[in-house]
């Protein structure tokens, strides 16, 4: 399969990576849309987050254990989100689950 993700957490192609373990992946975003800017994966490829299971979830509840103490270590008291785009209409680009987590300036209202 021709997944830029899957080529990234097979580490085919380099990131700059923030954390890994067995299941997942979290990297910087290439074109940072916020100070703070990076994203999580699953190794696995899961092409969205429509193609989440009872067979497939547990990563994603790991996901957000790991987003949990990456924010906590980088610190972040004024807070973050989390954003997954799921689809052409929400501007997916890469068909590999991934969340964003965007921080470091405020992030409303120009986002929902
Ligand atoms: P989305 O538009 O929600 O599918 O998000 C895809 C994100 O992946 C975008 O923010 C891109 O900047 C980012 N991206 C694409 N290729 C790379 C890469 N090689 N390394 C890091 N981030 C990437």
């Given at each position: 399969m021709d997944c830029i993700f899957c080529k990234i957490a097979a580490g085919e192609i380099p990131c700059k990576k923030l954390y890994e373990d067995e299941q997942v992946l979290a990297f910087h975003d290439i074109?940072?849309?916020?100070p703070v800017h990076f994203l999580v994966i699953p190794?696995?490829?899961?092409?969205?987050?429509?193609?989440?299971t009872s067979g497939n979830s547990a990563v994603v509840a790991h996901i957000f254990e790991v987003i949990a103490k990456l924010t906590a270590q980088l610190d972040l008291k004024n807070g973050y989100r989390v954003v997954t785009n799921c689809g052409k209409d929400a501007g997916q680009s890469v068909e590999h689950l991934h969340f964003h987590v965007l921080a470091?300036?405020?992030?409303y209202p120009d986002m929902a």
């Open positions: 074109d940072p849309k916020a190794k696995t490829h899961i092409g969205s987050a429509s193609e989440i470091g300036r405020l992030l």
